[in-house]
């Protein structure tokens, strides 16, 4: 059981000063089943409703998760007055209950793990408390087993070790416990046979932990760097995961640590229930994977009060709860979250600068790759949504095709040095395919806007779209070799279970990738002046092309970059052949990671809307209805 602060234990260490009175102290005389109003003293300060039901001097509750109960009061013990021993204490239940497997949505190991590291927990956490804070070596967690006991500190590269500070934590209470069943525990503990298809890494390989970091947190941070890392931003390879990674080492209990866990959090949840080892969350808005969610919501919230403005940490972590949103059913609503990035770039000065793309290319990696991803959010989010982008005389600065010089970096010379950001790195989607999106969504809102006032020129239509065309048409970028950096040091010694690196795609395929947007690009356009109607022979055209391409790229998780160009082929087309085909290359994939399922489902309703009662049909009609918060990224 865990033990009240500074008790002594074969768990924790009694050398704790917190000076924790005894039981006798705390507890009043035998009371009837209502023990008390507010419940015992463990449950209280887990937050959590309490049985009142006394057995042996503790709660029903606590005997159930074999925690030490502190029984009732009326009067609060002193030794909790104290926030740092409170949270601790705290820290040490989650730890065992981590351990047991009883926290909803924890990343776990095998059982038989799990079953082998207990000895190694529980000298963990003796050193854990006799330290008061981190232990120095590292621990295997039954719960969620990824590091091993026998290692020694974290290395940042010859620096000291980051310092562990109580007041900097954000975690103020902790995420809804599971009900647990003994009696299907123990047998599941007696089942050799038992396995979990996402495997842990061998026990004698390594992750370095992160000074400051609850153990939940570690686990699930290690996590999404073994597994989730791979299915968000499939492009980005190791550049967004060191980017992520060195935000994460800034401040490993900051938002973006908290937007990672969640993420890892639902993953695994996710990962289960499509392979039948867990039934449906009935209550999602309980998980650990929505606390994390919650909390690091909240530290955006309350970081910008605090520094009167948010930075690229804050960002990044936004950008990470966005994809949270479309992992977990498009639920949530994204838009504050991409408001938080908009907003941002107009702090960097990029939307006043004489030089927005120098200075750009001049800024940090992080920076940089946080302003693409916002750029690239905001313009696909303008097509879900049609609505024109916020700085769109930006990003025609940026993405559209100006003098070598407005694009290279200070210090140098090389006259054939690429200018472009080169989006399709990243995205897949070619500079000059982005700009000719967020165009095309102008275009839409001016048509909108025009129609209700009743004074449409379909002539001035068509030469505003004549106008894209020609612009995209005149300028086919080359797609660069892809230089992959390596992986950040820690995380390549981190030889993890499902961490094989990422293949970084040929040029050929992402010639492929780039075409096909090039001509969902078109296809966008031709929807926008024509309205939805598939038999208009250029919609037709445009559909057929890209569906021509697709089936030139064999099916891989590079089908998960084509969200976009999949669901507008698909809606906008009358052929049965080519819908089966579309419907495939979703289907190819696992529909329980992303949005894949949800977009395919909104296909199938156009396609039921078209089939049933004829003529045009618009798709984000049917999306605002089925689905309002799925974005196709």
Known sequence: MVPAPGRASPALSSSSSRGTPSNSTVDLPQRTPSAGKGGCWTCRLRRKKCDEEREGGSCRTCRRLTIECLGWGAKRPEWMRDKQAVEQYKSDIKA??????????????????????????????????????PSHNFHQLPGASYSDSNLASMDFGGGPMFQYSPQSSSVHSEPNMLDFDMNLFAAAHNSEGFDFAVRPPSPVNHFPLLAGQTSIQESHVMYFFEHVRKTNFRLTGNTLTNVTYSLIVQDPRGAVTNAVCALSSLHFTRMRVAQGLEAPDPNPEHSTAQYFHDEAFFQLASGKQTKGCHDENDVLAAIYLICYSQMSGHTADWQPLLTIAIDWIAQTGLTTDENPKLTLLNMSASRQLVVKLTMWIEIFSGFTAARPTKYMQLYKRLLGDEATFWGRSQGSSSEMEPSGLHMESLTGCPDEVMLCLAEVSHLAQWKMMEQRKGSLSYRELIRRADEIEQRLQSRKSRAMPREEPPLHPNLLHATMGDSSPLASPTEEVMRLVGNIFRETAILYLHTTVNDMQPAVPEISAGVKNVVQLLQQLAPSEIDRVLVLPICLSGCMSDDSTQRDVLKARLQAQDESIGNLSRTRLLMEAVWQKRDTRGGAIDWRETLRERCPNLLLI
């Open 96 to 133: 065992k209950l981590t351990r047991a497997g009883l926290i909803r949505g924890q990343p776990r190991t095998s059982l038989a793990a799990a079953r082998s590291s207990t000895t190694r927990s529980n000298s963990f956490d003796q050193s854990m408390n006799g330290l008061g804070g």
